[in-house]
């Protein structure tokens, strides 16, 4: 059964501050992974998805690498903004589709 | 693009009655949709996919008579909470995915709250 920690459990950082996420998942055969943000009392809002025949991928100020062989990807948020605080989520998933959740990293990013 | 909705957004009920929420994709066809549910201060967790115009498939631990899911479209996925008690009280989350594609889309959820 696939589980998935995501270090730190919660952050807070100043504006600016450029900070990585991580997440460990403990099944390597899995094919892709996806990030997302939750709002508070929200849905899930992707963020990037690193498909089995990538490393990484990048959007705007983030960036999400991905290594299947040691079961860790990080999300790496550059020049953080106070309307990046969010809870983020990894989910890697197999063939199958299925989105298996970590329990979260709760961002607060300060002025 | 790639825009799924969820109604109600929130719902109050009594114990024992039974509640459906809506899942719509309004942009594209899912072949796909999944189906969480997510406690406070919890990870969501997976509950069933289902494919358009056949059953559903629950994990493991998830009712399949008292949460009842129909994906009648390829545009629509219904969940119903047949005799909700308080500890069904939750945040209903769906997702759609399209044929061939590997991105879930998520709606914005359904808080269920059981009195």
């Known amino acids: 059964k696939q589980e998935v920690t995501q270090i730190p459990a919660a952050l807070s950082v100043p504006e600016g501050e450029n900070l990585v996420l991580n997440c460990s998942f403990t099944?390597?055969?899995?094919?892709?992974l996806q990030w997302f943000r939750q709002d508070p009392g929200k849905g899930l809002t992707s963020l990037l998805l690193i498909q089995s025949s990538q490393r990484e991928q990048t959007s705007g100020r983030l960036n999400a690498s991905l290594d299947k062989s040691s079961g860790r990807s990080t999300l790496y948020i550059a020049a953080s903004q106070p309307g990046d605080s969010a809870t983020y989520l990894c989910?890697?998933?197999?063939?199958?589709?299925?989105?298996?959740f970590g329990t979260g990293t709760r961002l607060q990013v300060t002025l | 693009g790639a825009v799924v909705s969820q109604h109600p957004s929130w719902v109050i009920c009594k114990s024992g009655t039974s509640v459906k929420i809506e899942c719509r994709s309004l942009?594209?066809?899912?072949?796909?949709m999944f189906w969480y549910r997510q406690f406070p201060k919890q990870s969501l967790m997976l509950m069933a996919t289902?494919?358009?115009?056949?059953?559903?498939?629950?994990e493991q631990g998830v009712e399949k008579d008292k949460f009842l899911i129909n994906h009648a479209s390829l545009t629509l996925s219904t969940l119903t909470v047949t005799s909700a008690h308080p500890e069904d009280s939750s945040f209903y989350i769906c997702s759609a995915r399209e044929e061939r594609g590997l991105k879930q889309y998520f709606g914005p959820g359904t808080r269920l709250t059981v009195t």
């Open positions: 989910a890697p998933f197999g063939t199958a589709s299925k989105l298996t």
């Open positions: 099944d390597s055969a899995i094919y892709n």
């Open positions: 942009d594209f066809q899912a072949t796909t």
């Open positions: 289902s494919n358009e115009g056949s059953k559903a498939t629950y």
